[in-house]
């Protein structure tokens, strides 16, 4: 596979630090981007391959994401963005909060991060891929399970900010189209990463399998599979798409 240069945000989550790994492994060469710049260097640090770099980015700071972008294409063109960055706000317990007692301040946050933090990077890339086309440039978004099911244990702020990243998707995917860049989405549902571990105990993980028609929760290596074909030439056909990664515990 031909070396790229890929921007993953929220680089050192849980799900982040596979999709950083699994696309360079596949040959990559990564810009890993965290709100902590010194955590986002030393996972590059150690990732498989060369010429890796980690960066400090807030992707919901517009001047941030502009001159982050400016940064990392003074040594080339992006050739795809993974906006894995995101933030799930629940209460004391790990409990969702009822929409009746949801602060102003949480839904905004969460909006802020989650849809707004899309929205400022696929514009920053796509703004930038106008100017200086590229063959095969793509933008992996990040929704959820619990936008298309309503949640069970997300708060009713990130189910909307996730729903609204579904919308964002499709339209940046008619724009980006005629330039020849592909935008799509995953899904993840259940995934063994620290956002599901705000609200679910390990010990209650057998139980909640017994749900996912796979018997089991995910991985985030099942989620940087889904990423990785997305960046890779199979997908070249495929934009505006949605990858529901989740066991089967969404059924269309």
Known sequence: MERRTLVVTGATGGIGRAVCDRLARDGHRIVAADLSGDAAAALASGLPGDGHEGRALDVADETAVEGFFDAVEADGPVAGVIAAAGILILDEAGQRRPITETTLDEWSRTQTVNSTGTFLQVRAFLRRRTARPMEGARFVGFSSVA???????????????????????????????????AVNAVAPGLIDAPMLRLSLDPAADAEVARAIPLGRIGTPQDVAG???????????????????????????
């Open 226 to 252: 889904a990423v990785a074909f997305l960046m890779g030439p199979d997908s070249a056909y495929l934009t505006g798409a949605v990858i529901d990664v989740n066991g089967g515990y969404r059924m269309q």
């Open 147 to 181: 936008a298309q099911l309503g949640g069970y244990r997300s708060s009713s702020a990130y189910i909307a900010s996730k729903s609204a990243v579904l919308g964002l998707i499709k339209a940046a995917a008619r724009e980006a189209a005629p330039i020849g860049v």
